[in-house]
């Protein structure tokens, strides 16, 4: 009788720890086997124009959107065009992902003779009230952009990365009077050795 019962305690506890461990299994799951997904924060040493910790729910530029709807990123445009050189998915991440080099305030001064007119671009992030407004101007090397931050970013990178060509194959950038000349095929290069040098 006493070795019954010490059989039916073994076969007792055995049947809790498999019901302790048929309850962690989801977390033993994301723990060990689902890699977790990468931190923008973590993977650049540069400054990223939009904010990395927050979510990102829509860009607005003059003639089109890019918009997050039901988990999908969509276009909207004022124009209706045939078709799309880039997704608005891998559009969106490409914004998300821009970094660039800060621009000192002497190096901003130095610059400021070469910059016409600004141009915007409105961000919107969840449960934010107020947008992110990018100012943004091109220069002959590199774009100039101040970021989340109020910090000013060179980034070069080509114009088609960030504002891709639509139907006809006309680029829709922020305002049409925005004229680019040339801007280097790096995606993601610094620009540092590219900017004027402040005297000390």
Request: hydrophobic letters at 35%; zero cysteines; aromatic letters at 12%.
């Amino acid at each position: 009788m006493r070795y019954r019962g010490r059989r039916w305690n073994n076969i007792l506890m055995l049947s809790v720890i498999a019901f302790i461990g048929v309850l962690n299994l989801p977390t033993l799951i994301k723990t060990y086997l689902i890699e977790p997904e990468p931190e923008l924060q973590a993977s650049s040493p540069y400054p990223y124009l939009l904010n990395p910790t927050a979510e990102l729910q829509a860009l607005h530029f003059a003639q089109w959107s890019v918009v997050q709807e039901d988990g999908h990123w969509v276009y909207q445009m004022i124009e209706s065009v045939s078709e799309q050189s880039v997704s608005a998915q891998e559009l969106s991440q490409r914004w998300q992902q821009l970094v660039g080099t800060e621009v000192d305030s002497q190096t901003y001064t130095d610059l400021t003779p070469q910059l016409n007119a600004p141009h915007t671009i409105e961000v919107w992030y969840q449960d934010q009230e107020e947008p992110q407004r990018i100012t943004y101007y091109q220069l002959p090397e590199f774009w100039l952009l101040k970021n989340w931050n109020d910090q000013w970013l060179a980034v070069s990178i080509e114009e088609s990365y960030l504002f891709p060509s639509f139907g006809s194959g006309q680029s829709f950038k922020s305002d049409h009077s925005f004229k680019s000349d040339k801007l280097s095929t790096s995606n993601k290069q610094s620009t540092s050795d590219k900017l004027p040098k402040s005297d000390d």
